[in-house]
């Protein structure tokens, strides 16, 4: 864990939203630059990268929220002894529901939601989530400067965020909706700093220019 922390993700649960690295199933607006198998190898990297960053930021098990359904084989074998459960419900809203209430069936306390979507995830992300519920947030939004979320992070369950349509979740303005919703129902909200996450071509090019990015991803990438 990093000195940061302040014990903080010593009684937090990581959720990693995931689909299983299938040449041809992931990182499919990257074919034409990186083709079926080396965005199958990225995604690989992409979610054991996110699995040694959730033990870093809150040691013990991991919980994976997998797709498709018949995947459990290939996440084991990425993320070793994590909780591995197939994503169930309609759209993002159901399947981030469901992810939700099955971990806090089994864990108490702040829930850090990611997706395997960053070239580089630091630490420090986790800490500020924390920090921000902490200190009485609600809600913390880590958003993808091209929409979407990269981080979500909690203390329980919130129906008025999984309300949001399906529309509202992909739309590239989903981050105005979600902060409008929020404050309508009255939750206090954390934000992170934008990141870009590698959804595009021009995200490879953006990461291959950051000096700190991992060799391993690097080697994929270049």
């Not at 690295?21 to 990182?27: D, E, I, T």
């Not at 919703?181 to 959804?199: D, K, Q, S, T």
Request: glycine fraction near 12%; aromatic fraction near 4%; charge should be negative.
């Amino acid at each position: 864990m990093s000195e940061s922390g302040g014990g903080r993700g010593d009684r937090a649960s990581i959720l990693i939203m995931a689909r299983a690295p299938r040449p041809g199933q992931v990182r499919q607006a990257l074919e034409p630059v990186l083709g079926e198998a080396r965005c199958a190898a990225l995604q690989t990297e992409l979610i054991s990268q996110t699995t040694r960053w959730a033990e870093d930021v809150a040691p013990g098990p991991v919980f994976v929220a997998y797709e498709p359904p018949d995947a459990a084989s290939e996440l084991r074998q990425l993320i070793g002894n994590g909780t591995l459960f197939p994503q169930n419900g309609d759209g993002v809203a159901g399947r981030l529901a469901d992810g939700i209430a099955r971990v806090f069936k089994h864990a108490r306390g702040p829930l850090l939601i990611v997706w395997p979507d960053l070239p580089r995830l630091p630490l420090e992300h986790g800490d500020a989530a924390l920090g921000d519920l902490e200190a009485g947030c609600d809600l913390v939004l880590g958003p993808a400067i091209d929409g979407g979320f990269y981080l979500i992070a909690i203390n329980k369950p919130l129906p008025e965020l999984f309300a949001l349509s399906e529309a509202i979740w992909r739309s590239p303005d989903v981050m105005g909706l979600a902060l409008a919703a929020a404050r309508e129902a009255g939750l206090e909200v954390g934000i992170l700093r934008p990141e870009r996450a590698l959804h595009r071509p021009g995200d490879l090019r953006a990461a291959l220019a950051d000096p700190l990015l991992g060799p391993r991803l690097r080697a994929i990438i270049a």
